[in-house]
Protein backbone atom coordinates (compact mmCIF):
# COMPACT_ATOMS: atom_id res chain seq x y z
CA UNK A 1 0.00 0.00 0.00
CA UNK A 2 1.72 3.33 -0.60
CA UNK A 3 1.60 6.30 1.49
CA UNK A 4 -0.76 8.33 -0.34
CA UNK A 5 -3.23 5.52 -0.21
CA UNK A 6 -2.84 5.44 3.53
CA UNK A 7 -3.46 8.91 3.69
CA UNK A 8 -6.31 9.08 2.22
CA UNK A 9 -7.48 6.52 4.55
CA UNK A 10 -6.35 8.84 7.43
CA UNK A 11 -9.20 11.21 5.98
CA UNK A 12 -11.80 9.61 7.93
CA UNK A 13 -10.48 11.23 10.82
CA UNK A 14 -8.77 14.21 9.57
CA UNK A 15 -9.75 16.45 6.48
CA UNK A 16 -7.20 16.30 3.48
CA UNK A 17 -6.95 18.48 1.21
CA UNK A 18 -3.73 18.86 -1.68
CA UNK A 19 -2.33 22.08 -3.21
CA UNK A 20 -0.22 22.91 -6.00
CA UNK A 21 2.45 24.57 -3.87
CA UNK A 22 2.78 27.49 -6.26
CA UNK A 23 -1.38 28.02 -6.16
CA UNK A 24 -0.78 28.74 -2.30
CA UNK A 25 1.46 31.25 -1.11
CA UNK A 26 0.07 31.60 1.80
CA UNK A 27 1.07 27.53 2.34
CA UNK A 28 4.20 26.99 1.25
CA UNK A 29 5.92 23.72 0.87
CA UNK A 30 9.00 23.04 2.77
CA UNK A 31 10.05 19.82 0.78
CA UNK A 32 12.30 22.47 -1.91
CA UNK A 33 12.72 20.95 -5.20
CA UNK A 34 15.87 22.15 -7.06
CA UNK A 35 14.75 23.94 -10.17
CA UNK A 36 11.83 24.68 -12.19
CA UNK A 37 11.85 22.38 -15.18
CA UNK A 38 13.67 19.38 -16.39
CA UNK A 39 15.19 18.76 -19.23
CA UNK A 40 15.59 15.24 -20.33
CA UNK A 41 18.07 14.48 -23.46
CA UNK A 42 17.33 11.62 -25.41
CA UNK A 43 21.03 10.53 -25.32
CA UNK A 44 20.73 10.78 -21.42
CA UNK A 45 20.94 7.28 -19.05
CA UNK A 46 18.66 9.41 -16.22
CA UNK A 47 18.64 12.73 -14.90
CA UNK A 48 18.19 13.58 -11.50
CA UNK A 49 16.13 16.09 -9.47
CA UNK A 50 17.07 16.81 -5.94
CA UNK A 51 14.57 17.50 -3.02
CA UNK A 52 15.50 19.16 0.30
CA UNK A 53 13.50 18.96 3.45
CA UNK A 54 13.52 22.44 5.18
CA UNK A 55 11.59 21.40 8.13
CA UNK A 56 12.56 20.37 11.63
CA UNK A 57 10.34 17.01 11.20
CA UNK A 58 10.49 14.34 8.48
CA UNK A 59 8.01 14.53 5.58
CA UNK A 60 7.10 11.70 3.11
CA UNK A 61 7.53 12.02 -0.52
CA UNK A 62 5.87 10.61 -3.44
CA UNK A 63 6.83 10.94 -6.80
CA UNK A 64 4.92 10.97 -10.64
CA UNK A 65 5.23 11.88 -13.50
CA UNK A 66 2.46 12.28 -16.24
CA UNK A 67 1.68 13.30 -19.69
CA UNK A 68 -0.52 16.27 -19.22
CA UNK A 69 -3.21 15.64 -16.52
CA UNK A 70 -3.41 18.04 -13.14
CA UNK A 71 -5.47 15.45 -11.57
CA UNK A 72 -3.18 12.50 -12.28
CA UNK A 73 -1.85 10.15 -9.38
CA UNK A 74 0.55 7.73 -9.21
CA UNK A 75 -2.13 4.87 -9.80
CA UNK A 76 -2.87 6.53 -13.13
CA UNK A 77 0.51 8.31 -14.20
CA UNK A 78 0.95 7.47 -17.89
CA UNK A 79 4.36 8.75 -18.56
CA UNK A 80 7.27 6.73 -20.12
CA UNK A 81 8.90 7.37 -17.17
CA UNK A 82 9.88 5.77 -13.60
CA UNK A 83 11.10 7.66 -10.90
CA UNK A 84 13.01 6.16 -8.44
CA UNK A 85 12.28 6.50 -5.53
CA UNK A 86 9.00 6.68 -6.06
CA UNK A 87 8.12 7.12 -2.15
CA UNK A 88 10.81 8.13 0.10
CA UNK A 89 11.00 9.56 3.58
CA UNK A 90 13.12 12.55 4.18
CA UNK A 91 14.76 13.38 7.55
CA UNK A 92 15.07 17.12 8.89
CA UNK A 93 17.05 19.15 7.13
CA UNK A 94 18.18 16.38 4.76
CA UNK A 95 17.92 16.01 0.97
CA UNK A 96 17.31 13.15 -1.89
CA UNK A 97 17.57 12.80 -5.29
CA UNK A 98 15.33 11.63 -7.55
CA UNK A 99 16.62 9.25 -10.53
CA UNK A 100 14.28 9.56 -13.85
CA UNK A 101 14.66 7.23 -16.55
CA UNK A 102 13.00 7.29 -19.71
CA UNK A 103 11.71 3.85 -20.54
CA UNK A 104 11.17 4.20 -24.31
CA UNK A 105 8.05 5.34 -26.32
CA UNK A 106 7.65 6.13 -29.77
CA UNK A 107 8.12 9.96 -29.61
CA UNK A 108 8.95 12.61 -32.30
CA UNK A 109 12.15 13.56 -32.99
CA UNK A 110 11.69 16.64 -34.70
CA UNK A 111 10.80 18.53 -31.64
CA UNK A 112 10.72 18.30 -27.60
CA UNK A 113 7.46 16.17 -25.95
CA UNK A 114 6.02 17.98 -22.85
CA UNK A 115 5.46 15.96 -19.47
CA UNK A 116 4.89 16.86 -15.87
CA UNK A 117 6.73 15.71 -12.83
CA UNK A 118 4.45 15.93 -9.86
CA UNK A 119 6.57 15.59 -6.13
CA UNK A 120 4.06 15.32 -3.08
CA UNK A 121 4.59 16.16 0.31
CA UNK A 122 3.24 14.08 2.78
CA UNK A 123 3.91 15.65 6.70
CA UNK A 124 3.18 14.01 9.73
CA UNK A 125 0.58 13.58 11.38
CA UNK A 126 -0.12 15.05 15.24
CA UNK A 127 0.76 12.19 17.53
CA UNK A 128 -0.56 13.91 20.51
CA UNK A 129 -3.85 15.21 18.90
CA UNK A 130 -4.31 11.95 16.95
CA UNK A 131 -7.99 11.85 18.29
CA UNK A 132 -9.27 14.77 17.01
CA UNK A 133 -10.30 15.75 13.72
CA UNK A 134 -6.39 17.40 11.95
CA UNK A 135 -7.02 19.05 8.43
CA UNK A 136 -3.57 16.82 6.67
CA UNK A 137 -2.55 19.30 4.30
CA UNK A 138 -0.39 17.58 1.08
CA UNK A 139 1.50 20.40 -0.87
CA UNK A 140 2.62 19.71 -4.54
CA UNK A 141 4.83 21.05 -6.93
CA UNK A 142 4.27 19.92 -10.75
CA UNK A 143 7.40 20.85 -13.09
CA UNK A 144 7.43 20.45 -16.58
CA UNK A 145 9.85 18.02 -17.87
CA UNK A 146 10.90 18.53 -21.40
CA UNK A 147 11.78 15.21 -23.21
CA UNK A 148 14.50 16.58 -25.85
CA UNK A 149 15.47 14.53 -28.90
CA UNK A 150 19.12 14.20 -30.38
CA UNK A 151 20.02 15.78 -33.35
CA UNK A 152 17.51 18.64 -33.44
CA UNK A 153 17.65 21.68 -35.70
CA UNK A 154 18.98 24.70 -34.08
CA UNK A 155 19.66 25.25 -29.84
CA UNK A 156 17.52 26.11 -27.24
CA UNK A 157 19.88 29.57 -27.11
CA UNK A 158 18.63 30.26 -30.76
CA UNK A 159 14.61 30.00 -29.71
CA UNK A 160 14.66 34.10 -28.81
CA UNK A 161 15.56 35.07 -32.21
CA UNK A 162 13.69 32.53 -33.75
CA UNK A 163 10.00 33.57 -32.10
CA UNK A 164 7.71 36.05 -34.60
CA UNK A 165 5.39 38.41 -32.86
CA UNK A 166 2.66 39.69 -34.95
CA UNK A 167 0.18 42.18 -33.68
CA UNK A 168 -3.57 41.39 -35.24
CA UNK A 169 -5.88 44.04 -34.23
CA UNK A 170 -9.69 43.67 -35.31
CA UNK A 171 -11.59 46.53 -33.32
CA UNK A 172 -11.23 45.75 -29.42
CA UNK A 173 -10.69 41.83 -30.63
CA UNK A 174 -7.09 42.44 -30.94
CA UNK A 175 -4.10 40.16 -30.13
CA UNK A 176 -0.66 39.63 -30.85
CA UNK A 177 0.20 36.48 -32.43
CA UNK A 178 3.30 34.47 -31.86
CA UNK A 179 4.58 31.95 -33.81
CA UNK A 180 8.06 29.25 -33.07
CA UNK A 181 8.97 27.74 -35.72
CA UNK A 182 11.67 25.63 -33.82
CA UNK A 183 11.45 22.23 -32.30
CA UNK A 184 11.92 24.07 -28.45
CA UNK A 185 8.78 24.57 -26.22
CA UNK A 186 8.94 28.61 -25.41
CA UNK A 187 8.01 29.40 -21.61
CA UNK A 188 7.27 32.88 -21.17
CA UNK A 189 6.77 35.05 -17.03
CA UNK A 190 4.53 37.45 -18.71
CA UNK A 191 4.15 40.01 -21.80
CA UNK A 192 2.89 43.53 -22.27
CA UNK A 193 2.45 45.34 -25.28
CA UNK A 194 2.54 49.71 -25.32
CA UNK A 195 1.42 51.62 -27.51
CA UNK A 196 2.17 55.35 -26.46
CA UNK A 197 1.45 55.90 -23.25
CA UNK A 198 -1.52 53.25 -22.89
CA UNK A 199 -0.01 49.80 -22.04
CA UNK A 200 -2.08 45.88 -22.04
CA UNK A 201 -0.95 43.01 -20.16
CA UNK A 202 -1.23 39.91 -22.37
CA UNK A 203 -2.00 36.00 -21.24
CA UNK A 204 0.95 35.11 -22.24
CA UNK A 205 1.07 31.33 -22.41
CA UNK A 206 3.47 28.37 -23.40
CA UNK A 207 4.12 28.07 -27.20
CA UNK A 208 4.73 24.26 -28.64
CA UNK A 209 7.05 23.48 -31.13
CA UNK A 210 6.21 24.22 -34.37
CA UNK A 211 3.06 25.77 -33.40
CA UNK A 212 1.43 29.05 -32.75
CA UNK A 213 -0.67 30.88 -30.01
CA UNK A 214 -2.61 33.88 -29.56
CA UNK A 215 -1.89 36.55 -26.42
CA UNK A 216 -5.16 37.88 -25.89
CA UNK A 217 -5.10 41.04 -23.64
CA UNK A 218 -6.61 40.60 -19.75
CA UNK A 219 -8.38 44.27 -20.62
CA UNK A 220 -9.16 45.27 -24.03
CA UNK A 221 -9.87 48.14 -25.19
CA UNK A 222 -9.49 49.92 -28.98
CA UNK A 223 -5.65 50.47 -30.53
CA UNK A 224 -4.70 53.68 -30.47
CA UNK A 225 -2.13 54.97 -33.15
CA UNK A 226 1.04 54.68 -32.70
CA UNK A 227 4.10 52.07 -31.96
CA UNK A 228 3.35 49.29 -30.75
CA UNK A 229 6.19 47.86 -28.67
CA UNK A 230 5.94 44.19 -27.10
CA UNK A 231 8.29 43.00 -24.04
CA UNK A 232 8.40 39.64 -22.90
CA UNK A 233 10.25 37.29 -20.73
CA UNK A 234 11.40 33.72 -22.21
CA UNK A 235 12.04 31.26 -19.75
CA UNK A 236 15.36 29.48 -20.71
CA UNK A 237 16.52 25.71 -19.57
CA UNK A 238 18.19 27.15 -16.06
CA UNK A 239 14.85 28.76 -15.12
CA UNK A 240 16.10 32.53 -15.60
CA UNK A 241 14.33 35.17 -17.16
CA UNK A 242 15.51 36.96 -20.63
CA UNK A 243 14.07 40.19 -21.65
CA UNK A 244 12.54 40.60 -25.23
CA UNK A 245 11.60 43.52 -26.96
CA UNK A 246 9.79 43.55 -30.42
CA UNK A 247 8.42 46.76 -32.28
CA UNK A 248 5.79 45.14 -34.12
CA UNK A 249 4.64 46.38 -37.36
CA UNK A 250 0.75 46.92 -38.17
Same mark, same amino acid.
Given at each position: ???? +??? /??????? $?????????????????????????? @??????? +????? #?????? !????? /?? &?? &???? $? +????? &?????? #?????? %???? $??????????????????????? %??????? @????????? #??? %????? #???????? @????????????????????? $???? /?????? !???????????????????? /???????????????????????????????????? !??????? &????? %???
Amino acid at each position: MSIL +TRC /WRVAATA $SLVVLPSLCAPSAQASVVVTGTRVIY @PADAREV +TVRLT #NQDNFP !NAVQA /WI &DV &DDPA $S +TPADA &DAPFVV #NPAISR %LAPG $SGQRLRIMFTGAALPQDRESLFH %LNVLQIP @PMNASTADR #NQM %LLLMR #NRLKLFYR @PQGMAGSPEQLAERLQFVLVP $SGQQ /WHVRVD !NPTGFHASFGGATLRIGEQQ /WTLKAAMVAPKSSAQWVPQSPSALPGGEPVLQAQLI !NDYGARL &DLRHV %LPR
